[in-house]
């Protein structure tokens, strides 16, 4: 049955699921949750507050003491991961239909989301909790220290609106491999997939209560949560402005560690020996609009040597061109709505502004006021360095182009930015690739040679964003120490 026709058997329930099981908020005033290729109401949820989410910390600290989860052996939680793998590749098409109701993902690539993506993330983080080893060393004759590495407790996850099922999923796989207990707040844009989740963990053999999720919105049950002196982690994935007040009521608390995904403005940087213009197109037009160019790496800047420049772009714009918005529950639709109201507005803003400061429109995307939010691409040419369409997350599908000379004029450009998350080099001159390589201020580089080869979906190594964009390794083994505590042990005597 197609997913559009599964919509109306959906019964909404957006409510904290604490302990194994729903309860009900215990604030009053409501929000609505907005179908973005409409903008009418799919259901109206509390809004959530303080008490809320303490009662969800008091649980999950219970839970984690009695050690029901965080004393198993790794090869247990593993085992458990794999289960909830399994769960959520077959229940994939239900929870694409909560991304796609609630943020205008196409259902084809929620499905994807969930049945692909999502489950990769748990099983290579299965994988890697069994890699999570410490060192040792011997000091003396009868002395010797090693490392462990422990759970912290009860770690609290933020996470934004723009995958909601692998948000979800990329921050609880390590949360929960290294032993932690868990509270979630999901971006109140995009909820239900995280609460079937909760759910669908219990099935899977996560005990009651070590898995909790508290909906509502930032300024209450988020900010009580970076509040909350009884969480000893958190791990934040959203805009540069939030992660900076999470951090602030961190510190304020007890201090406790942050991890930050925060926001970027990635380059693509064409150099003038890049060969298959045709599919370098192909690659810009989808890593700048996949998601409707909501995506944290989307790369929006395209920064391309004079030499190439005008082939390209038009390449790129013939593409563009020809991309329309559509119905995301329509299976054919690749390009949907932005995820809300506000985020159109916002994206409506920055295009308006980009023409008020002299930036060319190339292709210049219809908006839709009302009625859904749909904004076709955008693409500013001569554009400079200072104009805030470059130096700002715009976080819609509105891509820069600016022209460079030489290598050194690139790599000063692409790191003329306050933001460090990632970036794409094309050349096939290695000498230059390693130097880009190490000249870029950026927590992930990619260098492509122009041949026709897929990303990798299931990227297993981790990484560290870099200024705006925040700090704390996610991904790979790397990225599971960070939800994990180093402790030295040191044996003395016979
Ligand atoms: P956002 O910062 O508005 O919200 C993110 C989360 O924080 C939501 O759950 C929200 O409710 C919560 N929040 C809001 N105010 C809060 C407060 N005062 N205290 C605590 N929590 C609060 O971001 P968004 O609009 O949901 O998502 C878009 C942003 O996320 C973009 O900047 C994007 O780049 C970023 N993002 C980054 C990555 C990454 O891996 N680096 C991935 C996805 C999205």
């Given at each position: 049955?197609?997913?559009s026709?599964?919509?109306?058997?959906?019964?909404?329930n957006?409510?904290?699921?604490?302990?194994?099981?729903?309860?009900?908020?215990?604030?009053?005033?409501?929000?609505?949750?907005?179908?973005?290729?409409?903008?009418?109401?799919?259901?109206?949820?509390?809004?959530?507050?303080?008490?809320?989410?303490?009662?969800?910390?008091?649980?999950?600290?219970?839970?984690?003491?009695?050690?029901?989860?965080?004393?198993?052996?790794?090869?247990?939680?593993?085992?458990v991961?794999?289960?909830?793998?399994?769960?959520?590749?077959?229940?994939?098409?239900?929870?694409?239909?909560?991304?796609?109701?609630?943020?205008?993902?196409?259902t084809?690539?929620?499905?994807?989301?969930?049945?692909?993506?999502?489950?990769?993330?748990?099983?290579t983080?299965?994988v890697?909790?069994?890699?999570?080893?410490g060192?040792s060393?011997?000091?003396?004759?009868?002395?010797?220290?090693?490392?462990?590495?422990?759970?912290?407790?009860?770690v609290?996850?933020?996470t934004?609106?723009?995958?909601?099922?692998?948000?979800?999923?990329?921050?609880?796989?390590?949360a929960?491999?290294?032993?932690?207990?868990?509270?979630?707040?999901?971006?109140?844009?995009?909820p239900s997939?995280?609460?079937r989740?909760?759910?669908?963990a219990?099935?899977?053999?996560?005990?009651e209560?070590?898995?909790?999720?508290v909906?509502?919105?930032?300024?209450?049950?988020?900010?009580?949560?970076?509040?909350h002196?009884n969480?000893?982690?958190?791990?934040?994935t959203?805009?540069?402005?939030?992660?900076?007040?999470v951090?602030e009521?961190?510190?304020k608390?007890?201090?406790?560690?942050?991890i930050?995904?925060?926001?970027?403005?990635?380059?693509?940087?064409?150099?003038?020996d890049?060969?298959?213009?045709?599919?370098?197109?192909?690659s810009?037009?989808?890593?700048?609009?996949?998601?409707?160019g909501?995506?944290c790496?989307?790369?929006?800047?395209l920064l391309?040597h004079?030499?190439?420049?005008?082939?390209l772009?038009?390449?790129?714009?013939?593409?563009?061109?020809?991309?329309?918005?559509?119905?995301?529950?329509?299976?054919?639709?690749?390009?949907?709505?932005?995820?809300?109201?506000?985020?159109?507005?916002?994206?409506?803003?920055?295009?308006?502004?980009?023409?008020?400061?002299?930036?060319?429109?190339?292709?210049?995307?219809?908006?839709?006021?009302?009625?859904?939010?749909?904004?076709?691409p955008t693409?500013?040419?001569?554009?400079d360095?200072?104009?805030?369409?470059?130096?700002?997350?715009?976080?819609?599908?509105?891509?820069?182009?600016?022209?460079?000379?030489d290598d050194?004029?690139?790599?000063?450009m692409?790191?003329?930015?306050p933001?460090?998350?990632?970036?794409?080099?094309?050349?096939?001159?290695?000498?230059?690739?390693?130097?880009?390589?190490h000249?870029?201020r950026?927590?992930?580089?990619?260098v492509?040679?122009?041949?026709?080869?897929?990303?990798p979906?299931?990227?297993v190594?981790?990484?560290?964003?870099?200024?705006?964009?925040?700090?704390?390794?996610?991904?790979?083994?790397?990225?599971?120490?960070?939800?994990?505590?180093?402790?030295?042990?040191?044996?003395m005597?016979?």
């Open positions: 049955m197609p997913l026709a599964q919509t109306p058997n959906i019964s909404w957006v409510n904290p699921f604490i302990d194994g099981k729903y309860t009900s908020s215990l604030a009053d005033d409501l929000v609505d949750n907005i179908n973005p290729a409409t903008e009418s109401a799919l259901c109206t949820f509390s809004q959530g507050n303080a008490e809320d989410l303490d009662v969800a910390v008091s649980v999950a600290r219970r839970r984690f003491e009695e050690g029901k989860w965080s004393r198993l052996p790794p090869a247990a939680r593993a085992e991961l794999q289960n909830l793998a399994d769960l959520i590749e077959e229940h994939k098409e239900e929870l694409a239909l909560f991304d796609t109701l609630e943020m205008g993902k196409p084809r690539a929620a499905v994807f989301d969930a049945g692909v993506t999502a489950p990769n993330k748990l099983r983080t299965a890697h909790v069994m890699q999570l080893l060192q060393t011997p000091l003396f004759d009868q002395t010797v220290s090693f490392n462990m590495f422990e759970p912290r407790g009860v609290g996850l933020i934004p609106w723009n995958f909601p099922t692998v948000n979800a999923i990329t921050k609880l796989a390590p929960l491999a290294v032993g932690n207990s868990v509270v979630l707040k999901p971006s109140e844009i995009a997939s995280a609460l989740i909760a759910e669908l219990l099935e899977a053999g996560i005990p209560g070590v898995l909790n999720v909906p509502g919105l930032g300024e209450t049950v988020g900010a009580a949560l970076a509040l002196p969480v000893d982690l958190i791990s934040f959203g805009s540069t402005r939030t992660g900076r007040s951090m009521l961190c510190a608390s007890n201090g406790k560690p942050v930050l995904e925060c926001g970027g403005k990635s380059p693509h940087i064409v150099f003038q890049t060969v298959n213009l045709d599919y370098v197109a192909t810009v037009v989808q890593t700048a609009f996949a998601n409707s909501q995506v790496v989307a790369t929006t800047r391309v004079r030499a190439v420049k005008d082939v772009l038009e390449k790129i714009v013939e593409l563009a061109t020809h991309i329309r918005p559509a119905d995301p529950l329509d299976e054919k639709t690749e390009f949907g709505p932005l995820a809300s109201p506000a985020q159109r507005d916002r994206v409506d803003h920055y295009i308006q502004a980009g023409i008020a400061d002299g930036a060319r429109a190339v292709v210049m995307g219809a908006v839709q006021r009302s009625g859904g939010c749909y904004v076709a693409i500013f040419d001569e554009v360095g200072s104009m805030p369409i470059v130096r700002e997350e715009i976080f819609g599908p509105v891509l820069c182009v600016q022209g460079f000379d050194a004029e690139a790599i000063a692409a790191n003329d930015t933001f460090g998350l990632v970036a794409t080099a094309w050349t096939r001159d290695c000498g230059l690739a390693r130097q880009v390589a000249a870029l950026v927590g992930s580089v990619t492509r040679t122009g041949g026709e080869e897929e990303a979906s299931g990227i190594l981790g990484r560290e964003p870099q200024g705006h964009s925040g700090y704390g390794a996610e991904l790979g083994v790397e990225g599971l120490k960070s939800f994990a505590s180093l402790k030295l042990v040191t044996m005597g016979a």
